[in-house]
């Protein structure tokens, strides 16, 4: 063999074992879980109630996040239903299954309009204070030809009686949340302590809180109280508000995200122990990422932390809201998946730059098939748990 073609053949290897290098470090990469790739740079979570989920699903949750929010049995009504009972049974074993796999836990929430039990705002509750049980929900007879009612009056038609008064509805808050915080305290790093205040549209200009449930009932003086509240009962956990399209508007600061600004200023001049404000982030394809990123630093400039609480981008429809979510085309094309991943890949590469004040990135769902949003197939892992575009265009940005 003569030098010229030694030569070659050297080179020739050099580049070869180069790109079988460049391979391995890209596989290797792909391998990565989501909490090692993002591991020193913010939290990442899911949502579960852990109640049924397979051993595999179980796995999931241990192997790729650090944090885990329930979905549903802390809220107010299924924890608390009834004035003389407390129903700790699931959140209970949630806990100890986090504590015995190393998984901290997010609490959620504290205080909302939905799925809060009507006797909060009962004068009168009479019960028997020995029963335990869950009480039985009442029937109505609706007349379907009727007006359609506006959330306000469909509230005050659950309410039995007459209205408690704001006292009466404020310490039966303030035991609520000293109740559950306590039980907790130590165990749960933090709290979602008021859930969507701000109503979807209205003046911008004002706070817009929604005029019905606490906030007609107590005002707005509630929500600095529940963060008094939540902070003398653990004075150590982080203390969020928590809503959803509160990033829309961010900009031109106008809409729901100027409302939130006019809010977030009031608790902090108010004295209220606030850590941060979270962003659910039910998103979709066309989601304006200008606005998010704007919400980020508009929130941090108040001295605020940051975390997206509830993440799902949906690979059909663009609804961002609470409703109409389960109208997902079925026959989504694989193209939509992979714009999925560019967006959720623009995403983090926002939360990337903000690492500084985001805590937390927390998925709401453990798979597609465990999503509020069924049928949009909004999350990173399929309905059998594999992989999607969108996971490993997530692990990609951690190594830029």
Same mark, same amino acid.
């Given at each position: 063999?003569?030098?010229?073609?030694?030569?070659?053949?050297?080179?020739?290897?050099?580049?070869?074992?180069?790109?079988?290098?460049?391979?391995?470090?890209?596989?290797?990469?792909?391998?990565?879980?989501?909490?090692?790739? +993002?591991?020193?740079?913010?939290?990442?979570?899911?949502?579960?109630?852990?109640?049924?989920?397979?051993?595999?699903?179980?796995?999931?949750?241990?192997?790729? +996040?650090?944090?885990?929010?329930?979905?549903?049995?802390?809220?107010?009504?299924?924890?608390?239903?009834?004035?003389?009972?407390?129903? =700790?049974?699931?959140?209970?074993?949630?806990?100890?299954?986090?504590?015995?796999?190393?998984?901290?836990?997010?609490?959620?929430?504290?205080?909302?309009?939905?799925?809060?039990?009507?006797?909060?705002?009962?004068?009168?509750?009479?019960?028997?204070?020995?029963?335990?049980?869950?009480?039985?929900?009442?029937?109505?007879?609706?007349?379907?030809?009727?007006?359609?009612?506006?959330?306000?009056?469909?509230?005050?038609?659950?309410?039995?009686?007459?209205?408690?008064?704001?006292?009466?509805?404020?310490?039966?808050?303030?035991?609520?949340?000293?109740?559950?915080?306590?039980?907790?305290?130590?165990?749960?790093?933090?709290?979602?302590?008021?859930?969507?205040?701000?109503?979807?549209?209205?003046?911008?200009?004002?706070?817009?809180?929604?005029?019905?449930?606490?906030?007609?009932?107590?005002?707005?003086?509630?929500?600095?109280?529940?963060?008094?509240?939540?902070?003398?009962?653990?004075?150590?956990?982080?203390?969020? +508000?928590?809503?959803?399209?509160?990033?829309?508007?961010?900009?031109?600061?106008?809409?729901?995200?100027?409302?939130?600004?006019?809010?977030?200023?009031?608790?902090?001049?108010?004295?209220?122990?606030?850590?941060?404000?979270?962003?659910?982030?039910?998103?979709?394809?066309?989601?304006?990422?200008?606005?998010?990123?704007?919400?980020?630093?508009?929130?941090?400039?108040?001295?605020? *932390?940051?975390?997206?609480?509830?993440?799902?981008?949906?690979?059909?429809?663009?609804?961002?809201?609470? =409703?109409?979510?389960?109208?997902?085309?079925?026959?989504?094309?694989?193209?939509?998946?992979?714009?999925?991943?560019?967006? +959720?890949?623009?995403?983090?590469?926002? =939360?990337?730059?903000?690492?500084?004040?985001?805590?937390?990135?927390?998925?709401?769902?453990?798979?597609?098939? *465990?999503?509020?949003?069924?049928?949009?197939?909004?999350?990173?892992?399929?309905?059998?748990?594999?992989?999607?575009?969108?996971?490993?265009?997530?692990?990609?940005?951690?190594?830029?």
């Amino acid at each position: 063999m003569n030098t010229r073609n030694l030569i070659t053949n050297l080179i020739l290897i050099v580049v070869l074992a180069a790109n079988l290098i460049g391979q391995d470090k890209t596989d290797n990469a792909s391998q990565k879980t989501l909490k090692e790739a +993002y591991a020193g740079k913010f939290l990442i979570g899911t949502a579960s109630d852990l109640n049924g989920l397979s051993e595999a699903e179980l796995n999931n949750v241990k192997e790729q +996040y650090d944090v885990l929010t329930p979905e549903n049995c802390m809220k107010p009504q299924p924890l608390h239903p009834w004035e003389t009972f407390y129903n =700790f049974g699931r959140a209970d074993s949630l806990v100890e299954w986090c504590q015995q796999n190393d998984v901290k836990i997010w609490g959620h929430t504290l205080a909302w309009h939905a799925q809060t039990a009507p006797w909060f705002f009962q004068a009168e509750n009479p019960i028997n204070e020995e029963t335990t049980s869950l009480p039985k929900p009442r029937r109505r007879n609706w007349d379907p030809n009727a007006p359609r009612l506006t959330m306000a009056e469909y509230w005050r038609r659950s309410i039995t009686g007459e209205m408690a008064s704001r006292e009466v509805a404020l310490e039966r808050l303030e035991k609520h949340i000293k109740t559950v915080v306590g039980r907790y305290k130590g165990q749960i790093i933090g709290w979602d302590v008021f859930n969507e205040s701000i109503a979807d549209s209205g003046d911008c200009t004002t706070e817009n809180l929604r005029d019905w449930s606490w906030y007609s009932v107590v005002g707005p003086d509630v929500l600095t109280k529940a963060f008094q509240w939540a902070h003398e009962a653990d004075p150590d956990a982080q203390l969020y +508000y928590n809503d959803y399209n509160i990033e829309q508007g961010a900009v031109e600061n106008k809409g729901k995200h100027a409302s939130s600004m006019v809010l977030l200023k009031r608790l902090i001049d108010e004295g209220a122990p606030i850590t941060g404000v979270g962003i659910q982030g039910h998103w979709h394809l066309d989601t304006d990422l200008a606005d998010v990123e704007k919400a980020i630093e508009n929130y941090a400039s108040l001295g605020l *932390r940051v975390a997206i609480t509830e993440l799902d981008v949906t690979a059909t429809g663009d609804n961002s809201g609470a =409703f109409g979510v389960r109208q997902g085309d079925r026959t989504i094309p694989e193209e939509n998946y992979q714009k999925q991943a560019e967006v +959720y890949k623009a995403l983090f590469e926002i =939360f990337m730059r903000h690492a500084d004040v985001i805590d937390r990135v927390t998925f709401w769902g453990v798979s597609d098939s *465990r999503s509020w949003r069924w049928g949009q197939d909004a999350l990173i892992f399929d309905g059998e748990l594999n992989p999607k575009p969108a996971f490993k265009a997530i692990i990609d940005v951690s190594s830029k």
